[in-house]
């Protein structure tokens, strides 16, 4: 059976719940500003030591000094789902060992030049849960 959608609300979670939803999940979405246009490029990706790792198709020149990574679990029918925005800056990966661990433990969204490591040190976690209002 369907939830109408007027019975749903988004709430804030915690931190640590986004945190958690967030390591629960495999792929997100990469998005940044080059040349004042909003980029947005799907992506891998693994929570480890504090900082979020991602593999996605992005020339490591147009790497952006800050990035904003979203993940989300939305199934409207059930009435149920997530969403998770980590805001932060960002490092290639380019120490061999080290890349070639996350290339193994990331499936790649593509291969070739665009394949870029990144790791973003989260400075804004915010995460919200989809939920029926109350009456």
Known sequence: MSTPSSDLRMVEVSGAEALWLLE??????LVYVQRETALVRPARHVWEFG?????TPVQVAAVPRTATYHVEEIRPQAGTGW?????????????????GHYQRTLTSCSHGPHDTLLRIKPQTVTGFRLARAEA
């Not at 629960?24 to 979405?29: E, K, M, N």
């Open 24 to 29: 629960s999940s495999a792929l997100g979405r």
């Open 83 to 99: 969403t998770v925005t980590v805001v932060g800056p960002v490092e290639v990966i380019s120490d061999p060992h080290e890349a």
């Open 51 to 55: 900082r979020l790792v991602v593999r």
